[in-house]
Nanobody, 115 residues
Framework: QVRLVESGGGLVQPGGSLRLSCAAS????????MRWYRQAPGKERELVAN???????MYGSAVEGRFSISRDNDKSLVSLQMNSLKPEDTATYYC?????????WGQGIQVTVSS
């Protein structure tokens, strides 16, 4: 059974930083791309960052240069370092992977950027 469990969210002031982590189990972690999505109230879910099995990364335009995705294959962990946070980064953040064509999602974790 595939499980993705996010941690590290919370409340932070504008300009601050947070680090999200996602622990994966039930998949051959090193073989698959991992992604972070986010969804703000009243908005569609959007792709934040992707890291391929090779380690190649890609970012959404809204977070390019501020966020950094990384993976630790030994620990089956994918992380999202978020710097220079803005109020518009407020959303529920989801960890995602796809195995044999089937998408898997974490339960989501709230990030709130507010003074």
């Amino acid at each position: 059974q595939v499980r993705l469990v996010e941690s590290g969210g919370g409340l932070v002031q504008p300009g601050g930083s947070l680090r999200l982590s996602c622990a994966a189990s039930g998949i051959i972690f090193s073989a698959y791309a991992m992604r972070w999505y986010r969804q703000a109230p009243g908005k569609e879910r959007e792709l934040v960052a992707n890291i391929g099995a090779s380690g190649a990364t890609m970012y959404g335009s809204a977070v390019e240069g501020r966020f950094s995705i990384s993976r630790d294959n030994d620990k089956s962990l994918v992380s999202l370092q978020m710097n220079s946070l803005k109020p518009e980064d407020t959303a529920t953040y989801y960890c995602n992977s796809r195995s044999k064509g089937v998408p898997y999602w974490g339960q989501g974790i709230q990030v709130t950027v507010s003074s």
